[in-house]
């Protein structure tokens, strides 16, 4: 299979360190959304709105020196609009689940999208998958029952919260098989852009329709809207398109992992959500799945 993060590689010093960055700075994504008192919804609006002047600038400056990778014709917006969609659609379940579960678990069961790419790669594009996505694929789904098992004995709504992380995966991998066609077609500028354009125009009259607070209410709110936008929207996601241009696919795939493992340990100190033995077997069997899964998908 073609991955979605498949991209030429040329040699850079910096591409390393800027990966590892750049997937820490998005590890801290759900540290800010439960810190901030805005609802869900409107956390996602502040992410990508607040981010629109960075990557207009960096899709301006791109413009002259690859002008055949800007939209021009009809079906060129079509298409983007179309993957922005998508995008809200993924990131407001994303922070929804975080409303309801725990940090490690949202994180890392949206983070099960690899299994969800390669499947839906066969299902659309008839691509054959190796023997060793199957074997992640039923290691990363133990792990992911694991996790459920845990939050049916914690009780409440965390089940409900796993759920949604799952559909946030669901949506997500819909989200990066979009992104990797567009990418054929536009630079990465004009797909950052558009993105979350489409995010913060769907997300702002979303939060209002549910009745969620959407102004920050006092200063240090607003600096965690404005740190969960310029961190992880930003520098991560910036840090890491760049990174993968430099660097083999399948190690920077790998390297990502660093997401979810930044977010269980922020959240063990802040939130005191303390990963128990059956957590802990799910989030490392989803960890060891993600691994085989990518490994068995990504072109060497």
Not at 45 to 70: G, S, V
């Amino acid at each position: 299979m073609k991955g979605f993060m498949e991209m030429e590689t040329k040699a850079h010093p910096w591409a390393l360190l800027l990966l590892v960055l750049g997937a820490a700075a998005i590890g801290l994504a759900p540290i800010f959304v439960r810190l901030t008192d805005v609802g869900p919804t409107a956390s996602a609006f502040w992410r990508t709105f607040l981010a629109l002047p960075f990557f207009f600038a960096y899709m301006r400056y791109e413009a002259p020196k690859l002008p055949d990778q800007m939209p021009a014709l009809r079906h060129d917006y079509r298409d983007l609009i179309f993957c922005g969609s998508l995008f809200a659609i993924e990131v407001t379940l994303w922070h929804s689940s975080l409303q309801y579960t725990t940090v490690a678990n949202a994180t890392l069961l949206s983070n099960m999208n690899p299994i969800v790419v390669a499947l839906l790669s066969v299902w659309l594009f008839k691509e054959s998958l190796s023997k060793v996505f199957f074997v992640g694929l039923i290691v990363g789904l133990s792990g992911a029952f694991f996790l459920a098992g845990a939050s049916f004995e914690a009780g409440g709504t965390r089940l409900f919260g796993d759920f949604i992380g799952v559909v946030t995966a669901i949506f997500y991998g819909f989200y990066l098989l979009t992104v990797s066609r567009l990418r054929r077609r536009f630079s990465v500028g004009v797909v950052m852009f558009w993105t979350c354009l489409m995010t913060a125009i769907w997300l702002l009259p979303t939060a209002y329709f549910f009745g969620e607070q959407i102004i920050p209410s006092d200063s240090q709110d607003w600096l965690y809207i404005i740190g969960l936008a310029m961190i992880c929207q930003v520098a991560g996601q910036g840090f890491i398109t760049f990174a993968f241009a430099h660097l083999p696919a399948a190690f920077g795939a790998l390297t990502l992992l660093i997401q979810p493992v930044v977010a269980a340990a922020i959240a063990w100190v802040l939130f005191e959500e303390y990963l128990g033995p059956i957590d802990a077997v799910g989030a490392g069997l989803i960890l060891i799945g993600i691994v085989l899964a990518r490994l068995g998908t990504i072109k060497r």
